[in-house]
């Protein structure tokens, strides 16, 4: 695979992914058809060694893996969810002639971002049908359907000296100037334009704005890749095409979890049973489990801050990592990041031995440092573990920005761990 063609496939991910549920299904999707076979929590297991399977848990987390006699298995984990603004339960609001929709912003929104954007509307939605089943099915609007104007400078005069975002009031798309409007209704229709005629009664759903912008090149050269999503589909997307390029001999998974962006405590997040309990039913055997597990790595891919140009002071200038420069090995020596020398010394062979850059990140001693998946797995599975990331500006941001090199640099490492 060229680096173009990754890209191009990266670009069309993006785009299809608008919510955890989505980049889910398109995931499963291509797993199913890279020849693995789809298990389901709730039924029994049969494996058989030699084939590869993948699981999902509430639509928005998928595990993927092969079943080798190998059990050195190389572990890659990312987050399908992204910051956003999610749609309230009871979110119509008619008011000042527009009928505008109320959201809760979900995990740490760069909430100025999101103002003058096109905006659609995405994710899943329950019904009851004429059998009396409650189904679920995910929707698309696509379509640019509510938009959050600015207020005018002529009316906040201070606007480009101090400005504040208010949540509750300020960050409400508006959709219509027709007060005819009715939420079920457009449920039912878009629904129906998913496929579903059948809908007896709507019942609750989970529902988030985003930019209707598409994925794209920028730069001279196309040195980058702007999207929404990039924190973290780049690296499902990494993670994802890595396992479908080994072989069913290679010992490898693919974890990508939901909530990362809101601490990951959550039935389908990365503090859940949802790795624990799928590596506990392909090993069933307690002695067999320990030793898998640490003879094992997990690779935890989030993204990494890449100096910012117009702001280098908010980076340690010996540990910060720029655009298209290779992968970043994440450091913190509060564990916030779960990287060791071990873990790292690893890393940086495979990379060595392909010729492949790194680079380190260490936040800033004086400043907050965040978290991610990879000390929430490590404690919970007692696995050796290494946080990497792929260097992005504007993370959070409701149009993220990274290199066109670095994503397809990292998935040459990963690739290298099988070798």
Request: glycine share 6%; net charge negative.
């Amino acid at each position: 695979m060229t680096k173009q063609d990754f890209n191009d496939g990266l670009l069309g991910f993006l785009d299809a992914s608008p919510t955890p549920f989505h980049a889910t299904q398109n995931m499963a999707g291509m797993f199913l058809n890279a020849g693995f076979v789809r298990l389901y929590e709730e039924q029994k297991w049969a494996l058989e060694q030699g084939k590869k399977y993948f699981v999902t848990r509430n639509d928005s987390s998928i595990i993927a893996f092969t079943y080798p006699k190998d059990k050195n298995y190389v572990m890659v984990g990312a987050h399908t969810d992204s910051p956003n603004l999610k749609l309230k339960p009871n979110p119509v609001i008619k008011e000042h002639g527009v009928v505008k929709f109320g959201v809760e912003p979900y995990g740490g929104v760069l909430l100025n971002t999101w103002f003058d954007r096109d905006l659609s509307l995405a994710g899943r939605v329950s019904y009851l049908n004429s059998d009396n089943i409650i189904k679920d099915a995910l929707i698309d609007a696509k379509k640019a359907i509510a938009i959050i104007p600015s207020l005018a400078i002529h009316l906040d005069r201070e606007v480009n000296e101090k400005k504040s975002v208010n949540a509750q009031t300020d960050i409400t798309p508006i959709l219509s100037t027709s007060q005819e409007f009715n939420f079920d209704e457009f449920l039912k229709e878009q629904l129906k334009m998913s496929g579903v005629d059948d809908v007896k009664e709507l019942y609750a759903n989970e529902l988030s704005f985003y930019d209707t912008q598409k994925a794209s090149f920028v730069g001279l050269n196309d040195d980058f890749i702007a999207s929404a999503r990039v924190d973290n589909l780049l690296s499902c997307y990494v993670g994802m095409l890595s396992i479908c390029s080994v072989g069913e001999n290679k010992p490898m998974l693919f974890i990508a979890s939901d909530h990362e962006e809101v601490g990951s405590e959550s039935a389908s997040g990365a503090g859940g049973s949802f790795l624990e309990s799928t590596l506990k039913r392909v090993y069933s055997d307690f002695e067999e489990y320990t030793q898998m597990i640490r003879s094992s790595i997990l690779i935890s891919a989030d993204n990494a801050h890449a100096i910012h140009p117009n702001y280098p002071s908010k980076h340690d200038a010996n540990h910060a990592p720029r655009i298209n420069k290779g992968s970043v090995v994440k450091v913190n020596a509060n564990q916030r990041y779960a990287s060791n020398s071990k873990t790292i010394s690893r890393f940086m062979n495979v990379a060595s031995s392909l010729n492949e850059p790194i680079q380190n990140f260490v936040t800033r001693s004086d400043m907050g440092c965040g978290s991610t998946i990879g000390p929430i797995t490590a404690s919970r599975l007692g696995i050796d573990t290494l946080d990497v990331g792929l260097p992005t500006y504007a993370m959070h941001s409701i149009r993220e920005l990274c290199g066109s090199d670095d994503a397809y640099s990292l998935y040459k490492i990963i690739l290298g761990f099988n070798d």
